[in-house]
């Protein structure tokens, strides 16, 4: 039986309390806030003061990333998956067309995002299968290092040997989400497969950067369960890797559930205030930490968000095989896209808010020599 590591019990009253006023702005004076200051700024009771949120989250973000925002691409190899996640469009029992590209469609794919001037990828596959396996993804991880200073990675939970391998053909970040922190949630939603293995997933950011990666996303699929607990969850497991890996990287994405494939209805409502209040108070958490934010979102709710909190974001995605270089392929996509703005049209609306796209990652000019 699964049962949850002490790092990742959040021992605070979430549940039971409903904090002060008084509460509230001492959370938001503290000096160093801690879990039960998150807990307290993700509550209802501090919905009130998000405006002072906000600045102190827009403070922090400038102090750390100055005006800048980082840019990438999700970049699909393959919709094929041995998992059966209820949430997912890619999920095994879904009817649909299935594809793994070939290394020409993947250098297509890669030249289609230059030419947009995207200097960095993440790579994306569903569970692990034959059709697309870890040699497979090692294969393209190459490729795609050979072509973009920064390759990232989001796909299966791995092991040490695997991620060393991918840090060695030049990956340097893995993506992987927890989905959920809530166990039994959890074995609700993960109806087989490999990804049902609910500790696997969780030990595999660890694991990644024991084998030197340099950099783990890491995430919950907001909507799938209470997204306080969720959320709380979240921090406890970066601030535990940030622990243990203090010369390592970590980030944060806030993705919600979107309509997909299989009319997967999200258990939780999450408003675009509480997700703008939960970047908020994650960044005053967590000051110096990338916090990302996808193309799910619509464009004046992530312009809105832009250098408030968030300081890395994703543009002009598909999120169909194959979808940068052959833009009529009918797939159907892992989830809908809300924000389609081309990459100009997107950097123009963050200049006019006086922000500055950043295309290079420069943590490649920075890479450990093997
Ligand atoms: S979330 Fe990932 S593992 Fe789960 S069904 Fe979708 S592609 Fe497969």
């Not at 993705?255 to 005053?284: C, D, H, I, K, N």
Request: aromatic share 8%; proline share 6%.
């Amino acid at each position: 039986m699964t049962t949850l590591p002490t790092w990742l019990d959040p021992r605070s009253g979430l549940s039971t309390c409903a904090p002060t006023a008084a509460a509230v702005a001492a959370a938001l004076a503290a000096a160093d806030p801690g879990p039960d200051d998150l807990a307290v700024l993700l509550a209802p009771a501090a919905a009130p003061y998000l405006e002072a949120m906000a600045q102190r989250a827009q403070a922090l973000t400038r102090r750390h990333f100055g005006s800048t925002i980082s840019l990438y691409a999700p970049l699909y190899l393959a919709n094929h998956c041995s998992s059966g996640c209820a949430y997912c469009g890619f999920a095994a029992d879904r009817g649909q067309p299935r594809h793994a590209l070939t290394l020409p469609q993947l250098e297509r794919e890669l030249a289609a995002l230059r030419g947009k001037g995207l200097a960095e990828v993440l790579l994306l596959t569903g569970e692990r299968c034959v059709a697309a396996d870890f040699g497979y993804l090692r294969q393209c991880a190459a490729m795609a290092a050979a072509a973009f200073p920064a390759v990232g990675v989001e796909a299966f939970a791995m092991s040490t040997d695997e991620y060393r391998q991918l840090a060695e053909v030049g990956v340097s970040s893995v993506t992987i989400y927890q989905e959920t922190y809530d166990l039994d949630q959890y074995e609700r939603l993960h109806r087989w497969g490999p990804k049902r293995d609910y500790a696997a997933r969780l030990e595999a950011p660890a694991r990644a950067l024991a084998a030197g990666l340099r950099t783990v996303g890491l995430g919950v699929l907001l909507g799938l369960s209470e997204p306080r607990h969720d959320a709380l969850r979240l921090f406890l497991h970066a601030r535990h890797l940030q622990r243990l890996y203090w010369r390592s990287g970590i980030t944060l994405s806030f993705p919600r559930l979107r309509s997909q494939a299989g009319g997967f209805a999200a258990p939780y409502t999450v408003s675009e205030a509480w997700l703008a209040q939960l970047v908020f108070a994650m960044r005053l958490v967590l000051p110096d930490v990338p916090l990302l934010l996808s193309t799910r979102e619509r464009p004046a709710f992530r312009d809105g968000m832009a250098g408030v909190g968030i300081s890395k974001m994703s543009v002009a995605s598909r999120t169909t095989v194959g979808g940068y270089a052959d833009t009529a392929r009918g797939d159907l996509a892992q989830f809908d896209v809300s924000d389609e703005r081309g990459v100009d049209e997107f950097c123009a609306s963050l200049r006019q808010r006086g922000l500055e796209p950043v295309f290079k990652n420069w943590d490649a000019a920075f890479r450990d020599p093997h």
